[in-house]
């Protein structure tokens, strides 16, 4: 896959660098999720929410992401009816339970800005004793092995 700028930050507030798919493009082990897909790579390769190759999921079927850009949006926060009913369902959404740190995301973004918020989300994802970064799901470092502060994956 060849590297494209990465962008991590999501309309919606999410850190797209704890996210499994976007970590796996980045390490080289994109190739290998999608065999298991049975996905061309191109539609599962992810270099964030804003940059010009993303995952399918995150490119076509995000309805907050369609909203933002119909809007001219950087963030949900700027919307006038921000908290809206969808972004209040996507927090909520138990299949995502990453998704309920996004109303502390966003407002850390106004108040911070972008760089400082992208800096505290590298360090809230990353192992406090080794300092390795964890995906969304993790619950133990995979380097050192210290519990992480990942989320349990939900049963499906
Ligand atoms: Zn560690």
Known sequence: MERKERKENGYCGLYCGACPVFMKTQNGQIEQLAAE???PVVEVACFGCKSNQVAKWCRDDCPIKKCSQEKGH????ECDDYLCKD????RDDPRYPYHTEIEAYL????KEGTESWLNFMKIRWSCKNCHTPYDWFQQTCNRCGAAVAGYHKPES
């Not at 950087?74 to 926060?77: A, L, M, N």
């Not at 407002?107 to 106004?110: G, K, N």
């Open 107 to 110: 407002d850390q973004i106004r």
């Open 37 to 39: 897909l049975g996905t």
């Open 87 to 90: 972004l209040m369902e996507f």
């Open 74 to 77: 950087d963030y949900c926060i």
